[in-house]
């Protein structure tokens, strides 16, 4: 099923912690006994530098956690003391990271924002220490340098990086519904002016090395080294190390300047970025995108504004009050606590709780090199896994091996990877027509039309030909899988895996055990859709599975609302000043009408009246006319190459007229509309949970926000419940329920939450 493009800013949750940088300032001097007790940082002097060595021994990347900073606090200040240390340096003992942030539970164990505050300030305290160092401390960084991490950094007297791929310095607390709380928002404008911060604090996007220097965020930089008597990673560290001795040495003995001459055109953009009115005009051109982007459902961009604005307007000292202040003020809020649920979520979806498989899957077939088939050879083939792309004709071949080339050349475009390294993984991809050398395969995943005989007719042709542990896999949307398995010689090996488009860009992968898949089968699917970088939820067999389920009855009243008279323009605009990140005529257009039109049908006849709403056949007659959507150039609204802005599809609304009904006043505001949409989804979604369908409501609000884009500020269904309360939400389907019948009938499990206020889908 099709999803939704515009969740970018959240797919990076899982792949780093979070900088909240919390502890207390630093205040007493280490003893010999606390500096053998020492895990997590320890130094040692050469010559006259201090090397201290970060390294947390219980995680794969560096916190500031509450031991590491106490260390952190005892080491500098024994460096301080000792007379024989002339300059520092800060380097991370562990591969691919500096430091990654900060662990997010010491913001959720407080208990108000006056306690978050506190945190934010001792932090500041403990930065301003490191910045005003009478030693010059020189960061060196080789890996993701990020949060609270690049605070630490910034603090710095002087930064050296690797140009190593996993060098990136960003700051991601935007994501979570923060801002940088440990001086960020004051000391980044200065270093890389107002535009590139606000670029860095509002998107959270990752900074190479590269650019970082090109920004002014990194002095210098460093190349890795490769393989020699040890590995990559671990010379180029060594190199690192004595690069930024080196440097240390120098600028301590004021060989090196620790502030290089500004160029020319640098020192332009200084001198028109002091004028009143065009900083003035910098923060209304900022605010004005940021509320068309977020619609102001987002608290914390528009404060990162006012903290940046009253730093440079007021001064430092009011600049750090307005930080610690909004700093606590936003984890108290619903949106962060949202966000935060989420990325709690994404950490739990990346893990395989079914266990290690008994065999990787080294070779992996798809059958179908349509948009879907393509996509997951897409992102296979680049993890070093043997992908064999079959279609039944030429054509459709080699416009699916030519997706694949072309998704890897536009990396090769943007320098993320070269085209040796292109060429080397296209050499893992082979396209044929029939099912030779199928008889290696591990798994082969299914992305043919969404056709029960076809799907019967292909995992015969596959049973025949592959080893008898080869798994079969079914990218359907909607048809339980069980009723696929019923033409499989060993059911216990089929699976569902259902993957959402564009594939490269969407995270989640649901997949689809029935009562006969055996756990060693979805081990090895959540092996295959880890390894290609999913999140994953597994939900139980059923027609539609969770995310089909959830969104059926949402796009049958978004056809509702058509037919009552709101255009496609008024429906998207109403679901996004929600949050949604897309709309839902948008939404419609990106599933495809005749997608949409089949799973109404389907789900209809499994469901019965419950299911219903708009009337099915006014996306039949789209089909008909050729209206199926962006893929034909014409659905909702009209899609013409090279255009962005698309206009509404004029031929729909004779259409609309045939089957016009009459909205009842009494259901038909805006915010009604927007709850009859909503309280579809979300009934749908508790049902799901109420038949077991769902697991638990972690994995309920994951896919419904990561496949289906339910806004990502409410959390997901059941933490939009919790919020909300259900007794609200109960009070507001009766009163739709009045008018529109059972298709708002709450579910059992919801009115049970609705009539015990003590009830909660999450703690």
Same mark, same amino acid.
């Given at each position: 099923?099709?999803?939704?493009?515009?969740?970018?800013?959240?797919?990076?949750?899982?792949?780093?912690?979070?900088?909240?940088?919390?502890?207390?300032?630093?205040?007493?001097?280490?003893?010999?006994?606390?500096?053998?007790?020492?895990?997590?940082?320890?130094?040692?002097?050469?010559?006259?530098?201090?090397?201290?060595?970060?390294?947390?021994?219980?995680?794969?990347?560096?916190?500031?956690?509450?031991?590491?900073?106490?260390?952190?606090?005892?080491?500098?200040?024994?460096?301080?003391?000792?007379?024989?240390?002339?300059?520092?340096?800060?380097?991370?003992?562990?591969?691919?990271?500096?430091?990654?942030?900060?662990?997010?539970?010491?913001?959720?164990?407080?208990?108000?924002?006056?306690?978050?505050?506190?945190?934010?300030?001792?932090?500041?305290?403990?930065?301003?220490?490191?910045?005003?160092?009478?030693?010059?401390?020189?960061?060196?960084?080789?890996?993701?340098?990020?949060?609270?991490?690049?605070?630490?950094?910034?603090?710095?007297?002087?930064?050296?990086?690797?140009?190593?791929?996993?060098?990136?310095?960003?700051?991601?607390?935007?994501?979570?519904?923060?801002?940088?709380?440990?001086?960020?928002?004051?000391?980044?404008?200065?270093?890389?002016?107002?535009?590139?911060?606000?670029?860095?604090?509002?998107?959270?996007?990752?900074?190479?090395?590269? =650019?970082?220097? #090109?920004?002014?965020?990194?002095? %210098?930089?460093?190349?890795?080294?490769?393989?020699? *008597? &040890? /590995?990559? $990673?671990?010379?180029?560290?060594?190199?690192?190390?004595?690069?930024?001795?080196?440097?240390?040495?120098?600028?301590?003995?004021?060989?090196?300047?620790?502030?290089?001459?500004?160029?020319?055109?640098?020192?332009?953009?200084?001198?028109?970025?002091?004028?009143?009115?065009?900083?003035?005009?910098?923060? =209304?051109?900022? #605010?004005?995108?940021?509320?068309? %982007?977020?619609?102001?459902?987002?608290?914390?961009? *528009? &404060? /990162?504004? $006012?903290?940046?604005?009253?730093?440079?307007?007021?001064?430092?000292?009011?600049?750090?009050?307005?930080?610690?202040?909004?700093?606590?003020?936003?984890?108290?809020?619903?949106?962060?606590?949202?966000?935060?649920?989420?990325?709690?979520?994404?950490?739990?979806?990346?893990?395989?709780?079914?266990?290690?498989?008994?065999?990787?899957?080294?070779?992996?077939?798809?059958?179908?090199?349509?948009?879907?088939?393509?996509?997951?050879?897409?992102?296979?083939?680049?993890?070093?896994?043997?992908?064999?792309?079959?279609?039944?004709?030429?054509?459709?071949?080699?416009?699916?091996?030519?997706?694949?080339?072309?998704?890897?050349?536009?990396?090769?475009?943007?320098?993320?990877?070269?085209?040796?390294?292109?060429?080397?993984?296209?050499?893992?991809?082979?396209?044929?027509?029939?099912?030779?050398?199928?008889?290696?395969?591990?798994?082969?995943?299914?992305?043919?039309?969404?056709?029960?005989?076809?799907?019967?007719?292909?995992?015969?042709?596959?049973?025949?030909?592959?080893?008898?542990?080869?798994?079969?896999?079914?990218?359907?949307?909607?048809?339980?899988?069980?009723?696929?398995?019923?033409?499989?010689?060993?059911?216990?090996?089929?699976?569902?895996?259902?993957?959402?488009?564009?594939?490269?860009?969407?995270?989640?992968?649901?997949?689809?055990?029935?009562?006969?898949?055996?756990?060693?089968?979805?081990?090895?699917?959540?092996?295959?859709?880890?390894?290609?970088?999913?999140?994953?939820?597994?939900?139980?067999?059923?027609?539609?599975?969770?995310?089909?389920?959830?969104?059926?009855?949402?796009?049958?009243?978004?056809?509702?609302?058509?037919?009552?008279?709101?255009?496609?323009?008024?429906?998207?605009?109403?679901?996004?000043?929600?949050?949604?990140?897309?709309?839902?005529?948008?939404?419609?257009?990106?599933?495809?009408?005749?997608?949409?039109?089949?799973?109404?049908?389907?789900?209809?006849?499994?469901?019965?009246?419950?299911?219903?709403?708009?009337?099915?056949?006014?996306?039949?007659?789209?089909?008909?006319?050729?209206?199926?959507?962006?893929?034909?150039?014409?659905?909702?609204?009209?899609?013409?190459?090279?255009?962005?802005?698309?206009?509404?599809?004029?031929?729909?609304?004779?259409?609309?007229?045939?089957?016009?009904?009459?909205?009842?006043?009494?259901?038909?505001?805006?915010?009604?509309?927007?709850?009859?949409?909503?309280?579809?989804?979300?009934?749908?979604?508790?049902?799901?949970?109420?038949?077991?369908?769902?697991?638990?409501?972690?994995?309920?609000?994951?896919?419904?926000?990561?496949?289906?884009?339910?806004?990502?500020?409410?959390?997901?269904?059941?933490?939009?419940?919790?919020?909300?309360?259900?007794?609200?939400?109960?009070?507001?389907?009766?009163?739709?329920?009045?008018?529109?019948?059972?298709?708002?009938?709450?579910?059992?499990?919801?009115?049970?939450?609705?009539?015990?206020?003590?009830?909660?889908?999450?703690?």
């Amino acid at each position: 099923m099709a999803g939704v493009r515009a969740l970018g800013v959240l797919s990076k949750l899982t792949s780093r912690k979070y900088a909240l940088l919390t502890g207390s300032s630093l205040r007493t001097f280490s003893v010999a006994s606390t500096m053998l007790a020492r895990t997590h940082v320890n130094y040692e002097v050469k010559g006259d530098v201090a090397v201290v060595r970060i390294n947390d021994p219980n995680s794969k990347v560096n916190t500031l956690s509450v031991q590491m900073q106490k260390e952190m606090e005892e080491v500098m200040n024994e460096v301080w003391a000792n007379n024989s240390v002339q300059s520092a340096v800060l380097i991370s003992s562990k591969p691919g990271c500096f430091i990654a942030g900060a662990d997010i539970n010491m913001i959720q164990a407080c208990n108000s924002s006056e306690e978050v505050t506190k945190l934010s300030q001792e932090g500041q305290k403990m930065f301003e220490k490191v910045a005003n160092s009478p030693k010059p401390i020189i960061a060196a960084i080789n890996g993701s340098c990020l949060g609270g991490g690049l605070e630490f950094a910034i603090a710095c007297q002087y930064r050296i990086a690797t140009k190593s791929k996993k060098t990136v310095l960003g700051t991601p607390e935007v994501m979570l519904g923060l801002l940088p709380g440990a001086g960020g928002t004051q000391r980044l404008p200065k270093m890389v002016g107002l535009p590139s911060a606000f670029d860095m604090m509002l998107t959270g996007r990752n900074i190479r090395a590269d =650019k970082a220097k #090109k920004m002014g965020l990194v002095d %210098q930089l460093v190349d890795p080294l490769g393989p020699g *008597l &040890k /590995i990559p $990673e671990e010379r180029t560290i060594d190199y690192l190390e004595e690069v930024a001795i080196e440097y240390a040495k120098g600028i301590a003995s004021r060989k090196i300047p620790l502030h290089k001459e500004k160029a020319m055109m640098q020192k332009i953009q200084d001198y028109i970025m002091s004028f009143e009115f065009v900083q003035s005009q910098i923060y =209304k051109t900022v #605010k004005g995108k940021v509320m068309k %982007q977020s619609k102001g459902l987002y608290p914390a961009p *528009l &404060k /990162i504004i $006012e903290c940046v604005k009253t730093g440079v307007q007021q001064g430092p000292v009011a600049g750090y009050a307005a930080e610690s202040h909004n700093f606590g003020q936003l984890a108290r809020t619903p949106e962060s606590g949202a966000l935060i649920g989420l990325y709690h979520g994404q950490v739990v979806c990346k893990k395989n709780r079914f266990g290690t498989p008994q065999r990787e899957v080294k070779t992996l077939g798809i059958l179908g090199a349509g948009l879907m088939g393509a996509g997951i050879a897409q992102v296979t083939v680049d993890k070093g896994v043997n992908t064999i792309l079959k279609d039944t004709t030429e054509a459709g071949l080699a416009r699916g091996l030519q997706q694949v080339y072309k998704g890897l050349n536009d990396k090769t475009k943007k320098r993320s990877i070269t085209s040796f390294e292109r060429d080397s993984i296209l050499s893992n991809l082979t396209g044929q027509l029939d099912y030779s050398t199928f008889e290696n395969a591990d798994m082969v995943i299914e992305a043919v039309f969404e056709d029960i005989n076809i799907k019967h007719a292909v995992i015969k042709e596959v049973e025949a030909v592959v080893p008898p542990h080869c798994i079969f896999a079914s990218n359907t949307s909607a048809l339980p899988i069980k009723d696929i398995a019923a033409a499989s010689k060993r059911p216990d090996k089929v699976i569902g895996m259902h993957y959402f488009s564009p594939v490269d860009k969407m995270q989640l992968l649901e997949i689809i055990t029935t009562d006969k898949t055996s756990k060693d089968t979805t081990a090895s699917a959540v092996a295959v859709g880890l390894k290609q970088g999913k999140v994953i939820i597994v939900v139980g067999d059923g027609p539609g599975f969770y995310t089909t389920r959830c969104l059926a009855p949402m796009l049958a009243e978004a056809v509702r609302i058509f037919q009552e008279g709101a255009d496609p323009k008024k429906l998207d605009a109403l679901t996004t000043s929600f949050g949604f990140p897309v709309g839902a005529a948008t939404l419609i257009d990106e599933v495809g009408i005749d997608v949409a039109a089949h799973v109404a049908e389907d789900l209809g006849k499994a469901f019965g009246s419950r299911f219903g709403g708009g009337n099915v056949e006014v996306l039949k007659t789209m089909v008909d006319l050729g209206f199926k959507g962006r893929k034909s150039g014409k659905g909702c609204y009209l899609y013409l190459p090279g255009l962005k802005l698309k206009n509404v599809n004029p031929e729909i609304e004779d259409i609309l007229k045939k089957y016009r009904l009459t909205p009842n006043p009494a259901v038909s505001s805006d915010s009604d509309v927007q709850y009859r949409l909503i309280t579809r989804f979300v009934n749908e979604a508790v049902l799901c949970l109420q038949e077991g369908i769902l697991n638990n409501p972690l994995e309920g609000d994951i896919g419904a926000v990561f496949g289906l884009g339910f806004p990502p500020c409410l959390g997901g269904p059941f933490r939009f419940v919790d919020s909300f309360g259900a007794d609200k939400l109960v009070e507001k389907m009766r009163r739709f329920e009045a008018v529109y019948g059972n298709h708002f009938t709450p579910c059992q499990l919801l009115l049970d939450h609705a009539n015990d206020p003590s009830k909660k889908f999450h703690k």
